[in-house]
T-cell receptor, first 115, second 115 residues
Framework: AQSVTQPDIHITVSEGASLELRCNYS??????LFWYVQYPGQGLQLLLK??????LVQGIKGFEAEFKRSQSSFNLRKPSVHWSDAAEYFC?????????????FGTGTRLTIIP | DAGVIQSPRHEVTEMGQEVTLRCKPI?????LFWYRQTMMRGLELLIY????????DSGMPEDRFSAKMPNASFSTLKIQPSEPRDSAVYFC?????????????FGPGTRLTVT
């Protein structure tokens, strides 16, 4: 069964500082990996995804993530955070098997930005 | 496009009452997903449909929960009878055909409180 671990429940970062959110996955084959963001009172929004190819993927809002098969990781990064990045971030893994379109989400990391 | 539409946005009901949550997916999307989000259990997939047909309902907690999709533009999630432990935010999401099924577009959610 596929699973996702986000080891950091809450992270606080100063505005303008760099950010890295950790994500580890468990899946038997090549996974499909995603990062979603949830702003207060809203649904989830896709930031970026990895299906295959280049292991460094670019997303919206200046975010990027790197797939490292050897470490079973898909960490999210941003060089300089803005106050508007305060939100909850979810890593997710999907099956590459056609007919199983379920996503499994991690428990999320809440990001707080301080001035 | 208006995005995924959910109603009501907030629902407060008493234990034992029937609750119906509604969702209108993005036009043209073939997949529809129902999720539940709580502090304790995070984001859980309850059920998903492809072309109005339920594909996987293994996440539905028990027989008190039922979901239908009578046509491509409407789905309901019903809880009868409701219990306090059903209190959560329920999200509906939709996505396009296979290959892009993971780019899920989430609605704003329905916050359910059962007293």
């Amino acid at each position: 069964a596929q699973s996702v671990t986000q080891p950091d429940i809450h992270i606080t970062v100063s505005e303008g500082a760099s950010l890295e959110l950790r994500c580890n996955y468990s899946y038997g084959a090549t996974p499909y990996l995603f990062w979603y963001v949830q702003y207060p009172g809203q649904g989830l929004q896709l930031l970026l995804k990895y299906f295959s190819g280049d292991t460094l993927v670019q997303g919206i809002k200046g975010f990027e993530a790197e797939f490292k098969r050897s470490q079973s990781s898909f960490n999210l990064r941003k060089p300089s955070v803005h106050w508007s990045d305060a939100a909850e971030y979810f890593c997710a893994v999907g099956s590459s098997n056609f007919g199983n379109e379920k996503l499994t989400f991690g428990t999320g990391t809440r990001l707080t930005i301080i001035p | 496009d208006a995005g995924v539409i959910q109603s009501p946005r907030h629902e407060v009901t008493e234990m034992g009452q029937e609750v119906t949550l509604r969702c209108k997916p993005i036009s043209g999307h073939d997949y529809l997903f129902w999720y539940r989000q709580t502090m304790m259990r995070g984001l859980e997939l309850l059920i998903y449909f492809n072309n109005n047909v339920p594909i996987d309902d293994s996440g539905m907690p028990e027989d008190r929960f039922s979901a239908k999709m009578p046509n491509a533009s409407f789905s309901t999630l019903k809880i009868q009878p409701s219990e306090p432990r059903d209190s959560a935010v329920y999200f509906c999401a939709s996505s396009l055909e296979p290959g892009q099924a993971y780019e899920q577009y989430f609605g704003p959610g329905t916050r359910l409180t059962v007293t």
